[in-house]
């Protein structure tokens, strides 16, 4: 079961020129096959003047749909640079379609590599990237006077707090990484010295900003 994934903060895209060919970057988050090739079908049609329209995709809980495509560029010098850098940033469930207007330069097969290759890593740190981690939601009970000690835990460990309920006690809806809950519920029994109650709610995904670190060649 998947617990952890990296992928795009959201869809976009990224133009960028290399001896006056254009290279733009398309990115999207698709959940299968069937919305990757639309969404190459989508960018083949929008940009059906372009000499080329190159595609990759890493798609699944174990990245077994890969896709790598030149569209008319010399084998290998593409699609494959391209779907290198998605699988090199451990990315999950993204479509690229890298679009190229001929500048009437020919870059030869390494630059050719480099530009596609580039054409994605550059959309990417655009775009921003974020980390997905499956959470439960810990419905945490307590009386007045423990909010500040539970306040202050849950803030020094960056535990997130989506919810709070003042009635005749406090409680404190807050997001924990499922391999963690059992260690946090622990810690907080003894940290209030058992004076608090907790109910499970519902596991999702919850995605935070990631750092981009893409190495450009």
């Known amino acids: 079961m998947l617990t952890h994934y990296?992928?795009?903060?959201?869809?976009?895209?990224?133009?960028?020129?290399i001896k006056k060919s254009r290279f733009i970057c398309q990115l999207a988050r698709v959940d299968n096959e069937a919305a990757a090739q639309a969404f190459i079908a989508a960018c083949k049609k929008k940009h059906y003047k372009a000499n080329h329209n190159c595609s990759a995709y890493v798609i699944g809980e174990q990245d077994e749909h890969q896709h790598a495509h030149d569209d008319g560029e010399p084998a290998g010098t593409a699609g494959v640079p391209m779907l290198e850098v998605l699988r090199r940033q451990h990315l999950k469930n993204v479509v690229a379609v890298t679009t190229r207007y001929f500048g009437g330069t020919k870059l030869g097969a390494g630059g050719l590599i480099r530009a596609y290759s580039n054409s994605v890593s550059q959309a990417i740190d655009?775009?921003?990237l974020v980390e997905?981690?499956?959470?439960?939601?810990?419905?945490?009970?307590?009386?007045y006077p423990q909010i500040g000690a539970l306040e202050h835990y849950l803030t020094?460990?960056?535990?997130t707090i989506t919810d709070t309920s003042y009635l005749a006690n406090v409680t404190f809806t807050a997001?924990?990484?499922?391999?963690?809950?059992?260690?946090v519920k622990d810690t907080i029994v003894e940290l209030l010295n058992g004076q608090v109650t907790f109910e499970l709610g519902a596991q999702q995904f919850f995605e935070t900003p990631l750092k981009n670190t893409t190495d450009h060649n």
């Not at 990296?6 to 020129?17: A, N, P, R, V, W």
């Not at 997001?175 to 260690?183: G, P, R, S, T, Y």
């Open 156 to 159: 020094q460990h960056a535990i």
């Open 6 to 17: 990296i992928t795009l903060k959201s869809d976009g895209e990224h133009e960028i020129e």
């Open 175 to 183: 997001m924990v990484d499922d391999n963690e809950l059992v260690a």
């Open 126 to 128: 655009v775009i921003g």
């Open 132 to 143: 997905g981690r499956l959470q439960q939601a810990l419905a945490i009970t307590i009386g």
